[in-house]
């Protein structure tokens, strides 16, 4: 009887840990791309008829040498720096979440601005909503957060620490010193 039952609690904590281990390694690779040159940045107009300038990063599900897996229910949030505040950001194509497939990306709208000025918005192109001061001007920081329902997610700093235009009107451009970093 001892040695039964031993041997199913043997059995069962075996079991447990294989699975914990399973799920570990089989978590997708969400990667967050750090690289400023890649960034996008598209005009967009707003829902005032304000033109905005989008800034745009991509988020890589990056294959593994083993046990790939679909990046399931993947959402984006900004944080102050401080972490005391904390909002939901929509991915390019007004979605709240996504999956993102394996070896794949996605784009998320990370912050816009409006055109001609530093006043930074976060949102999407239809909904656009306001930085509480003080990250209302640069320089500032942020985090950028990338969670996965079936995934440890990744997360990196953001420091903003100036824009200027070139041109006017329509046809401006801005330069903006963002730095990335995973540093958090």
């Known amino acids: 009887m001892i040695e039964e039952t031993l041997s199913g609690l043997i059995g069962f904590l075996g079991g447990f840990a294989t699975r914990v281990f399973y799920d570990k390694i089989e978590q ?3 990667i ?8 996008e940045y598209v005009g967009v107009p707003s829902d005032q008829g304000i ?3 989008a800034c745009r990063i991509f988020v890589y599900n990056k294959k593994k040498w083993f046990l790939n897996s679909v990046a399931k229910n993947c959402i984006a949030w900004v944080k102050s720096a401080s972490q ?4 939901q950001i929509n991915w390019v194509g007004e979605h709240d979440s996504i999956n993102i497939n394996i070896d794949d990306y996605q784009k998320v709208n990370l912050f816009a601005i409006l055109s ?4 930074f918005s976060f949102g999407t192109e239809n909904n656009l909503f306001p930085l509480r001061p ?5 320089p500032f920081e942020f985090l950028l957060k990338i969670t996965s329902s079936n995934g440890v997610g990744d997360t990196v700093r953001v420091n903003i620490r100036s824009i200027t235009w070139s041109g006017s009107g329509a046809n401006a ?3 903006i010193d963002v730095r990335l970093s995973n540093d958090v």
């Open 173 to 175: 451009t801005p330069t």
């Open 134 to 138: 003080p990250y209302r001007h640069p």
């Open 32 to 39: 967050i791309d750090n690289d400023n040159n890649h960034l």
């Open 28 to 30: 997708p690779n969400l």
């Open 51 to 53: 033109p905005h300038v």
């Open 116 to 119: 001609g000025s530093d006043n």
């Open 84 to 87: 005391e505040t904390k909002q």
